[in-house]
């Protein structure tokens, strides 16, 4: 352990304190020493050996003096004696009891809420009473620890949904920029990668493909579609190689006609190749990763008004997340959703990656037309797959294609 010198002997009594509470349950003693050459007069010295005199006399540290002739009359090195004293001879409060009224409040903004979530107050108070900064938040920043709360429940509470960043911050905290401020984005991004088995990474990527972004996405489709526009039908097929409308749009998406297929594509890249490579009359919708809710309601208004020998297909990633979005949409719909590029066989072609097991077992016991691919995510022999690394295919080319395919679930 490297030695503390310290030129004024109220930081070294305050040092001693701060050591003691970061690791209450040391066994060593802890000791500081006197920099007197950092002590510019002899006033100051006097002062620098009088305020330790007063504190020793106080019985909370003990001072020990030089044993050479040149240095007995000098203090060598003050060891602390007895917190308890030291805490009243400097009126200071236990940085234990500044932890819990900093924390006061906290748990209720998350109770009933998911695990990861609801612990995250008796981790800010448990850091804050060793004087560290969980998730990057010390004690004396209560009103942003109660905003990162918010801007987690917000999440859960769907206030992202078909909103801007700042409006989203807005109705979560009452701040348009609480998630700009000191770090927030960051750690929301971490806790929120993590409920969801996110892949770490830049902030901002992940608030985006979580739907936090800046501006609300536009619908995206290619295809058959047209829109309910104040009393008539405008016909947007011939729209190549795509449309996009703006989330307020959601209700008036109508199929133009009964396509072979209607396919979800999570990611931009796979979506602006399918549409554009592949010929044929599918009727194609980009999700943005986990659709927000105008997605979501275009996604229902299809499968609503679509005759039942329609199938729905769903390509995305090969992954945790990827996996939990194809769920979510098959949750959406009447009919079965299919995994389209999306099996054992394809994975086969991915990269190694180990601890899916405990994210997957649960999807792989169900009922999901997924659940096989998740049993592979949990096996020992997992591979992931970005689908940006397949080049689009048809659903109407693979062998598992039916145009009866679309039945009610």
């Known amino acids: 352990m490297s030695v503390r010198r310290f030129s004024d002997a109220l930081q070294l009594l305050d040092w001693m304190l701060d050591a003691h509470e970061r690791r209450p349950e040391r066994k060593s003693a802890v000791i500081a020493h006197p920099d007197?050459?950092?002590?510019?007069?002899?006033?100051?010295?006097?002062?620098?050996?009088?305020?330790?005199r007063l504190a020793a006399q106080a019985g909370a540290v003990k001072i020990e003096y030089g044993r050479k002739p040149l240095t007995k009359h000098e203090i060598a090195r003050v060891r602390l004696h007895d917190v308890e004293a030291l805490y009243r001879h400097l009126a200071r409060e236990r940085v234990s009891e500044t932890a819990a009224k900093a924390a006061e409040g906290l748990s209720d903004l998350v109770a009933g809420r998911?695990?990861?979530?609801?612990?995250?107050?008796?981790?800010?108070?448990?850091?804050?009473?060793?004087?560290?900064?969980?998730?990057?938040?010390?004690?004396?920043?209560?009103?942003?620890a109660k905003d990162f709360l918010k801007l987690l429940c917000g999440f859960l509470d769907g206030l992202h949904q078909d909103r801007d960043q700042r409006s989203f911050a807005r109705r979560a905290t009452g701040d348009s920029k609480a998630l700009e401020r000191r770090g927030q984005a960051g750690r929301v991004a971490k806790v929120l990668a993590a409920l969801y088995d996110l892949e770490p990474g830049e902030p901002r990527e992940v608030l985006d493909?979580?739907?936090?972004?800046?501006?609300?996405?536009?619908i995206c489709l290619s295809g058959a579609i047209s829109v309910a526009v104040e009393g008539r039908t405008i016909d947007l097929s011939a729209l190549r190689p795509y449309a996009a409308l703006a989330p307020d749009q959601a209700e008036a998406i109508r199929p133009a006609a009964a396509p072979p297929y209607v396919m979800t594509v999570e990611n931009f890249a796979s979506?602006?190749?399918?549409?554009?490579?592949?010929?044929?009359?599918?009727?194609?919708?980009?999700?943005?990763?986990?659709?927000?809710?105008?997605?979501?309601?275009?996604?229902?208004?299809?499968?609503?008004?679509?005759?039942?020998?329609?199938?729905?297909?769903?390509?995305?990633?090969?992954?945790?997340w990827g996996l939990r979005i194809f769920h979510h949409i098959e949750g959406l719909l009447a009919r079965s959703l299919r995994p389209h590029l999306m099996d054992r066989n394809v994975a086969a072609g991915g990269a190694p990656v180990a601890g899916n097991a405990q994210q997957m077992r649960r999807l792989a016991e169900s009922d999901s037309a997924i659940a096989d691919l998740a049993g592979f995510l949990a096996s020992p022999n997992a591979r992931q797959m970005e689908q940006e690394e397949h080049d689009p295919l048809s659903p109407q080319s693979c062998p598992a294609f039916s145009g009866n395919g679309g039945h009610a679930r």
């Open 114 to 144: 998911p695990e990861e979530i609801a612990r995250i107050p008796g981790e800010l108070e448990a850091g804050w009473a060793r004087r560290k900064t969980p998730h990057g938040l010390a004690a004396a920043d209560g009103e942003l």
């Open 36 to 52: 007197y050459e950092a002590m510019p007069t002899h006033e100051a010295v006097t002062r620098f050996e009088e305020t330790l």
């Open 209 to 218: 493909a979580l739907g936090i972004r800046k501006f609300p996405s536009p």
């Open 271 to 320: 979506f602006n190749r399918q549409v554009r490579e592949i010929a044929n009359d599918g009727l194609i919708v980009y999700t943005g990763g986990f659709p927000s809710r105008s997605v979501q309601t275009a996604i229902q208004r299809l499968d609503a008004e679509l005759p039942e020998s329609v199938p729905f297909f769903h390509w995305g990633d090969i992954d945790p």
